[in-house]
């Protein structure tokens, strides 16, 4: 079983930045893929980003590409979303997941979920 607390997030100003971690609990969590979600009122919980169980494969949703980045510390069982540039549009609740598949972008494909943490972004 992994349980998953993110922190980290708050308000910040357009243009500004955030760091979102992940703690992890349990063993094997270095053996899971890691993802970022968010969700907006009103709206779908969404991909944003997802690494491999290594980190040595990333990827990102098109929205966020060149401003988030995504990376772990499987000796610390933390996982980091680095936002950068953020605009009003990336408001939302951000969720961090685990998953036992490579490295999945959609929501059904997780095993596990934080409880989010919110971002707004103010203009």
């Known amino acids: 079983q992994v349980q998953l607390e993110e922190s980290g997030g708050g308000l910040v100003q357009a243009g500004g930045s955030l760091r979102l971690s992940c703690a992890a609990s349990g063993r094997t969590f270095s053996r899971y893929a890691a993802g970022w979600f968010r969700q907006a009122p009103g709206k779908e919980r969404e991909f944003v980003a997802v690494?491999?169980?290594?980190?040595?494969?990333?990827s990102y949703a098109d929205s966020v590409k060149g401003r988030f980045k995504i990376s772990r510390d499987n000796a610390k069982n933390t996982v980091y979303l680095q936002m950068n540039s953020l605009k009003p549009e990336d408001t939302a609740v951000y969720y961090c997941a685990a998953a036992s598949a490579f490295a999945p972008v959609r929501v059904g494909e997780y095993d596990h979920w934080g409880q989010g943490t919110q971002v707004t972004v103010s203009s």
């Open positions: 690494i491999s169980w290594s980190g040595g494969s990333t």
